[in-house]
Structure formats: C-alpha cells, structure tokens
C-alpha cells in the first residue's frame, strides 16, 4: 500500500522557519522524482520544489527560490522541504507527490498535505 504522509507544517510568523517532511512507503522510493505543491485558498495547485531520482538535480518556482530547499534521504524514504524567510504569500496546504514513468504508463502518488500558515 503506497503512503506518503506529510508532517512538519504549523503556523510561523513572518521571517520564520519551518521544515517540512514526508515519509513514503509501499513503493521504491529511490527511483521517483519527487516534488513538493502548495495550494492556498481559492488558488490553483502549484509546483513549489522538486528532486530528481538519479543525480538530486533539483529545481524551485522563482516565488521560493533562495528561501527552500528540497532533499531527500533514500535511505530512509523520507523527502524534506527546508522553508526560510517564510512570507504570508507561503500561506497553503502543501502536498508531496512521487511521480515516475514506468512503461509508458505514470505511476503518481499524492500524500494529505500538511497546512503551513504564515501570520503574525
């Protein structure tokens, strides 16, 4: 059974710190690319972060670029999402997803999400 389950969010003020994790099981995880999505209120899902399977290449929306940084630990199936500077705007539910093409068939598991609120 494929779980990915999210942990880590919380409310923060304005300039504060949060660190974000997902711990995945019931499937390999060292082969998925894997990325992080928030969505506020009323707004569309967004890509925020994302790691590749081979290599940890990475790549950030501009809106957090300098401020997060994604990583994963293979060893233990866990993604990690390090937010610094966080703004109001960070304000969302944000959501792991492991994706990987098998086939020519894609494989794309989502976890509950975890809310980040940024107020003061």
């Known amino acids: 059974q494929v779980q990915l389950v999210e942990s880590g969010g919380g409310l923060v003020q304005p300039g504060g710190s949060l660190r974000l994790s997902c711990a995945a099981s019931?499937?390999?995880?060292?082969?998925?690319?894997m990325r992080w999505y928030r969505q506020a209120p009323g707004k569309e899902r967004e890509l925020v972060a994302g790691?590749?399977?081979?290599?940890?290449?990475?790549n950030y929306a501009d809106s957090v670029k300098g401020r997060f940084t994604i990583s994963r630990d293979d060893a233990k199936n866990t993604l990690f999402l390090q937010m610094k500077s966080l703004k109001p705007e960070d304000t969302a539910e944000y959501y792991c997803?492991?994706?990987?093409?098998?086939?020519?068939?894609?494989?794309?598991?989502w976890g509950q999400g975890t809310q980040v609120t940024v107020s003061s």
């Open positions: 997803n492991a994706r990987r093409v098998v086939a020519g068939s894609i494989l794309d598991y």
């Open positions: 019931g499937f390999t995880f060292s082969t998925f690319t």
């Open positions: 790691i590749s399977a081979i290599g940890g290449n990475t």
